[in-house]
């Protein structure tokens, strides 16, 4: 299957303009289109927020039998449409069908003076849908028609976050396989890494999947209930069920992008200072100033192609369930599982050494 990328991440929130407050004024995004019952959005209100290649769909239902208002009501704020662009829909939407997708909304064309969209829907995991989305002509038209483009100013400077990177999914115990053959009986994606990853009684398994275009990358956790509750479980438990529980967002330069987000308010996970005493031995040279990392809290890992640099921020919801992770790859494709256990060590260390002092 044609699948080119990402196109949009769509959000069933409680208050669209309260949601996009937080993303335009702590993360940088824009408003550049909106559209509601008088464009044809029939019982909800729409905001489209841009930052660099991503965009960001916030829907929020005017009644209580709303799809969007059903979710927030089960889940809370959360991702509910994944929308991939394809070459063609009506052929990819079709595919679907054969392979026994469910729950299809058929093709539709929307039109405008300088685009054409076709978009069409199918069942996903969880209670996340999938969109497909085929573009012709100006792709600044967002849904012709329906979303009204609303100009928007780019004198903040060049955009700090570039693209999504990936999206982590967590499901329930016994359901990680079965979405796997989701992604890949579907979609034709690929399963590219798995792992069990275990530290200090918690434990979880994982297994990537990526489209064959490898633009598009799903990472699924599963809790390990032989265990004790993790934060898989706790997600589980705020979000009633599976879902998405952060999204990745690649970004050039994560040093000025964690500035620029920390002035604006975000408030990023906490890092204990002594993970840095061992970051080199573990990880080879870093290529940036390790006390600057320090500062920000900003982690590193390696692989075999290179390293990657990430900082995770906090949840922006009062389930505390959806939330960011900003992303610099330098050649590594991973998604840093060392520093979970890199983390725990630093922190054995710290709480090692406060006994020590206090004896």
């Excluded at 090692?352 to 002092?357: G, P």
């Amino acid at each position: 299957m044609d699948i080119r990328g990402i196109d949009h991440i769509e959000l069933y929130v409680g208050d669209a303009r309260q949601a996009a407050f937080y993303f335009s004024t702590a993360v940088g995004f824009q408003i550049c289109g909106q559209g509601g019952p008088e464009t044809g959005l029939a019982g909800q209100r729409s905001l489209l927020l841009c930052h660099g290649d991503i965009r960001l769909l916030l829907t929020s239902g005017l009644s209580a039998e709303h799809p969007a208002a059903r979710y927030v009501q089960r889940h809370g704020d959360g991702i509910a449409v994944v929308a991939v662009e394809v070459g063609d829909v009506a052929e990819a939407y079709a595919e679907l069908v054969g392979r026994g997708a469910t729950g299809g909304t058929p093709p539709t064309t929307l039109t405008g003076a300088d685009a054409e969209v076709v978009t069409a829907e199918v069942d996903g995991f969880a209670d996340v849908r999938h969109r497909l989305v085929q573009r012709r002509g100006s792709r600044a038209d967002f849904l012709p028609g329906v979303i009204t483009p609303t100009p928007f100013t780019t004198d903040e400077g060049k955009p700090v976050l570039a693209e999504v990177d990936h999206l982590a999914v967590c499901v329930p115990p016994g359901q990680l396989d079965e979405t796997v053959r989701h992604f890949e009986g579907l979609f034709d994606f690929a399963q590219i890494f798995e792992e069990h990853i275990e530290v200090d009684g918690q434990a979880m398994n994982s297994k990537v999947v990526q489209s064959r275009s490898g633009q598009v990358t799903v990472v699924l956790l599963e809790p390990d209930r032989t265990r004790r509750p993790g934060q898989i479980d706790a997600f589980l438990d705020q979000h009633a069920g599976g879902g998405v529980q952060h999204l990745g967002l690649r970004t050039d330069d994560i040093v000025a992008a964690v500035e620029s987000l920390g002035r604006r308010g975000v408030r990023f996970a906490g890092t204990p200072a002594s993970y840095y005493d061992a970051l080199e031995a573990r990880v080879g040279r870093v290529d940036a100033p390790l006390e600057r990392l320090r500062e920000l809290g900003v982690l590193v890992d390696s692989d075999h192609g290179g390293q990657l640099l990430q900082i995770f921020a906090e949840s922006m919801h009062v389930r505390r369930t959806l939330f960011l992770e900003l992303i610099e790859r330098r050649g590594a494709s991973g998604f840093g599982s060392g520093n979970i256990k890199a983390l725990y060590e630093a922190k054995e260390r710290e709480l090692a050494a406060a006994t020590a002092v206090g004896a």
